[in-house]
């Protein structure tokens, strides 16, 4: 489970830039413009391809930490997943909404809200969720593997200098 979220932090941060919690918009007008960003770049719904993409590894997860599990459970498990993370991405497009808007004026978020809809914009837009679909999994092993490699490497150079975990 810890791979799994993991790699759900990591495809985050592909989507969108690192979320804080204290990220809170200047004036209403800048944050609407941020949100403007979010829509014209089609952001909820490359949140929502992620997530689709992203289930059925976590499902494989669960499978493996739970191969007792009958079938039924697991669909009502990846049912009930998938209806609260899709039910929480108004959440997530506030939030990124709040740090655009600490990242960039508002004359800079209305000049991104024009490119996503010029038409070298609407072709960004709209492949990206295909592309999501792609790069998900690979990141995720990407994320995985260099964890993994780095775990070893780092474990081994402590070694090397006389420290242990």
């Known amino acids: ?7 759900l932090a990591f495809s985050a941060l592909i989507v969108s830039p690192c979320l804080a919690d204290d990220a809170a918009p200047k004036i209403d007008s800048h944050l609407a413009a941020a949100l403007d960003v979010l829509e014209a770049s089609n952001a909820q719904q ?5 997530v689709d993409a992203l289930t ?14 009958n079938e039924k459970v697991i669909v009502a498990f990846q049912g009930a997943f998938h209806d609260e993370m899709v039910a929480s991405t108004g959440e ?19 000049a991104l809200a024009a490119f996503y809809r010029s038409e070298a914009g609407k072709r960004f837009v709209a492949e ?3 592309m999501m679909k792609e790069i998900t999994p690979v990141a995720s092993a990407w994320g995985m593997q260099t964890a993994q490699r780095a ?15």
């Open 128 to 130: 990206q969720p295909a």
């Open 46 to 50: 490359n949140v929502l391809a992620m």
């Open 92 to 110: 997530l497009m506030k939030m990124q909404a709040a740090i655009y808007a600490e990242h960039f004026s508002e004359a800079d978020l209305k």
């Open 151 to 165: 775990i070893q490497r780092a474990t081994e150079k402590l070694q090397k200098e006389g420290l242990k975990l």
């Open 1 to 7: 489970m810890k791979k799994l979220f993991a790699a």
């Open 56 to 69: 059925p590894i976590m499902l494989g997860q669960v499978k493996k930490q739970h191969p007792d599990a």
